[in-house]
């Protein structure tokens, strides 16, 4: 049996998670939190936590695998989530790179990995996979902002639903996936996420770090799971992080 920590209410369940991991707590392990406070995404990004209505979650893992590969986890879990998502609603799930979760061209959720410093032993290397999902939240949840862009499970099935239910399915695929992933490799697993991607063919454009805008065609993630596109010029631009959305125009 994994071991499962509730609480109530914390800033961030990834933090609480990684103060476990450092401490040596084994694969699976996992931190679930009824309200976050300090809920974050990607690139400093706030991650809107609406109290009792989501799944706000933090899962060890220590899989037997390459440092090098560890940047992978995060397409890996987006398998595993969209997965449940479908088996939970009985709605299509896609996933728009890296990390974010849709359902009928709406964010439902989110995907938030870190890693330990690449500096320790193999064996003491681990990944907290942060998992956030808009489960029965309505309408009214959601800052005025986010309400053409945000859906959760009950908008779109009218279901209502027992989170930690969703929780216990969620981490189970997930370890599921990462035990496929260690032992079979990331081909198949791409695969399958490759027939969900919500950017694929679409007109889109990534802002990175520096500042700097690429247009162009998403192609999809290649076998690193490096993203590409293809701008009006033929060339073709990976992407290795920054913030990717779709454009409005050509």
Same mark, same amino acid.
């Given at each position: 049996?994994?071991? !499962?920590?509730?609480? =109530?209410? %914390?800033?961030?369940?990834?933090? +609480? ?7 040596? *707590? ?38 037997? +695998? ?20 479908? =088996? ?39 990944? !907290? ?19 053409? %862009? *945000?859906?959760?499970? /009950? ?11 969703? /929780? *216990? ?37 990534? !802002?990175g770090y520096d500042g700097n805008i690429v247009r162009g065609i998403a @192609? ?6 490096? @993203? ?7 060339v073709e631009h990976g992407v290795l992080s920054g913030d990717v959305r779709? *454009?409005?125009?050509?």
């Amino acid at each position: 049996m994994y071991p !499962v920590h509730f609480l =109530e209410s %914390t800033d961030s369940t990834n933090r +609480i998670a990684k103060e476990l991991a450092e401490k040596g *707590a084994p694969h699976g392990t996992a931190v679930l939190a009824a309200m976050q406070t300090g809920g974050r995404g990607r690139l400093g990004k706030v991650w809107e936590s609406v109290p009792g209505k989501g799944l706000y979650c933090s899962i060890i893992v220590r899989p037997e +695998i390459d440092i090098e590969n560890y940047a992978r986890i995060t397409l890996v879990t987006g398998v595993a989530v969209a997965k449940i998502v479908e =088996e939970v609603t009985g709605k299509r799930c896609m996933l728009k790179w890296p990390n974010d979760i849709y359902l009928k061209g709406r964010k439902c959720g989110g995907i938030l990995t870190e890693s330990s410093p690449v500096m320790m032993d193999n064996q003491e290397m681990y990944a !907290v996979i942060g998992i956030g999902l808009n489960i029965n939240s309505s309408d009214e949840d959601f800052p005025a902002e986010l309400r053409t %862009t *945000a859906t959760s499970f /009950f908008m779109e099935s009218g279901g209502n639903y027992t989170i930690r239910e969703v /929780f *216990a399915k969620v981490r189970d695929q997930l370890l599921i996936e990462l035990d496929e992933f260690s032992t079979t490799g990331f081909t198949a697993i791409l695969n399958r996420w490759r027939k969900r991607d919500y950017l694929l063919g679409q007109w889109m454009e990534c !802002v990175g770090y520096d500042g700097n805008i690429v247009r162009g065609i998403a @192609l999809g993630p290649d076998s690193e799971g490096r @993203l590409f596109l293809r701008d009006e010029d033929g060339v073709e631009h990976g992407v290795l992080s920054g913030d990717v959305r779709l *454009a409005k125009s050509r």
